[in-house]
């Protein structure tokens, strides 16, 4: 509950490291949990620097040096998930957390991530693969970060504020909103981004299409050359 706990964990990352060396360039280190292409992604937020000595410091303050918590995982969410999950708990283990992996089958994993009731026992933690379909903030937000988020974990006034406000606002006053919003998420860490992953399709030199930022395939656009 307490944020300089959470800012500890980011700061033990070095997204760096883990976008080059599992993912060879083909992903991007974090700043908040939607992707540039995103509606209200602010571009002022720039990832956590890897530090461990002030993530040292952090949990000193907190008095949280030495905790320990589970991490629920799944196999095949997304490429390479056990190396990432190997990687943070080394790497927030080096600062003296002490994380014990949980990997689940999918209805197991399905379980915490949804299990977020009051009156259910909530996981500790959870690796999970977001994408942003529609191209806007709001589907995020509207899942992850407000009271009533079908997998939510934050039940935070500004977050409620900030998200009310963005849904009646116009455009441009929505997307300084929602830029608010997502300032004030990277200060409380609810939510640890770690990296946006790139996409890679394979096609002949005879399809004539362009992907779409939000992954969407549709055969529509497609086209065959002679």
């Given at each position: 509950k307490d944020k300089r706990v959470r800012q500890a964990l980011s700061y033990s990352i070095d997204r760096k490291l883990v976008t080059d060396q599992l993912y060879g360039g083909f992903a991007a280190p974090a700043?908040?949990?939607?992707?540039?292409?995103?509606?209200?992604?602010?571009?002022?937020?720039?990832?956590?620097?890897?530090?461990?000595n002030k993530a040292k410091g952090l949990l000193k303050e907190a008095g949280a040096e030495g905790f320990e918590f589970e991490l629920i995982w799944s196999a095949g969410r997304f490429p390479?998930?056990?190396?990432?999950?190997?990687?943070?708990?080394?790497?927030?283990?080096?600062?003296?957390?002490?994380?014990?992996?949980?990997?689940?089958?999918?209805?197991?994993?399905?379980?915490?991530?949804?299990?977020?009731?009051t009156?259910?026992?909530?996981?500790?933690?959870?690796?999970?693969?977001?994408?942003?379909d529609l191209g806007d903030s709001g589907q995020t937000i509207g899942t992850y970060l407000i009271c009533k988020g079908r997998t939510s974990h934050l039940c935070d006034d500004k977050v409620e504020k900030f998200f009310k406000d963005s849904s009646v606002a116009g455009y441009d006053e929505r997307l300084k909103i929602i830029r608010q919003l997502w300032s004030h998420v990277?200060?409380?860490?609810?939510?640890?981004?770690?990296?946006?992953?790139?996409?890679?399709?394979?096609?002949?030199?005879?399809?004539?299409?362009?992907p779409r930022a939000d992954t969407v395939v549709q055969f529509k656009e497609m086209s065959l050359t002679e």
């Open positions: 700043s908040q949990l939607v992707a540039p292409f995103v509606l209200g992604y602010n571009p002022d937020l720039k990832p956590y620097p890897y530090d461990p390479r998930i056990a190396e990432t999950v190997e990687y943070l708990v080394d790497a927030w283990g080096k600062v003296g957390v002490k994380v014990k992996p949980v990997a689940r089958d999918l209805a197991g994993w399905r379980e915490g991530l949804y299990g977020v009731a009156d259910k026992p909530r996981v500790d933690s959870i690796i999970v693969s977001h994408g942003n990277y200060d409380e860490q609810p939510a640890i981004p770690l990296f946006h992953q790139a996409w890679l399709i394979g096609v002949t030199s005879r399809l004539k299409w362009e």
